[in-house]
Nanobody
Framework: QVQLVESGGGLVQAGESLRLSCAAS????????MGWFRQAPGKEREFVARISGTGDSTYYANSVKGRFTISRDNAKNTVYLEMNSLKPEDTAVYYC????????????WGQGTQVTVSS
């Protein structure tokens, strides 16, 4: 059974940093590209970043490029999102999932982790 557990969110001020984690189980983690997505109140879920199965290729949404860094540890079945220079518009619930391109392909979502950035 696929399970994705996001953690690391919190309340921070603009300009501060957070590191999110997503622990995965129930599938062969290293063979899947992984992505982070976010959903702000009243908005659709949107793509944030992706990383290849080996970790040697990454891609970011323009809105976070240069501020966020995605990484993974295949020995720990975990994908990370380092978020720097946070802005109020980064406020959202953040989720991870398996991806093809920038499209989530996992059949289910975790509970997400709330990130709130105050101005």
């Amino acid at each position: 059974q696929v399970q994705l557990v996001e953690s690391g969110g919190g309340l921070v001020q603009a300009g501060e940093s957070l590191r999110l984690s997503c622990a995965a189980s129930g599938f062969t983690f290293r063979t899947y590209a992984m992505g982070w997505f976010r959903q702000a109140p009243g908005k659709e879920r949107e793509f944030v970043a992706r990383i290849s199965g080996t970790g040697d290729s990454t891609y970011y949404a323009n809105s976070v490029k240069g501020r966020f860094t995605i990484s993974r540890d295949n020995a720990k079945n975990t994908v990370y999102l380092e978020m720097n220079s946070l802005k109020p518009e980064d406020t959202a619930v953040y989720y991870c999932n398996t991806v093809v391109g920038t499209r989530p392909v996992g059949g289910s979502w975790g509970q997400g982790t709330q990130v709130t950035v105050s101005s």
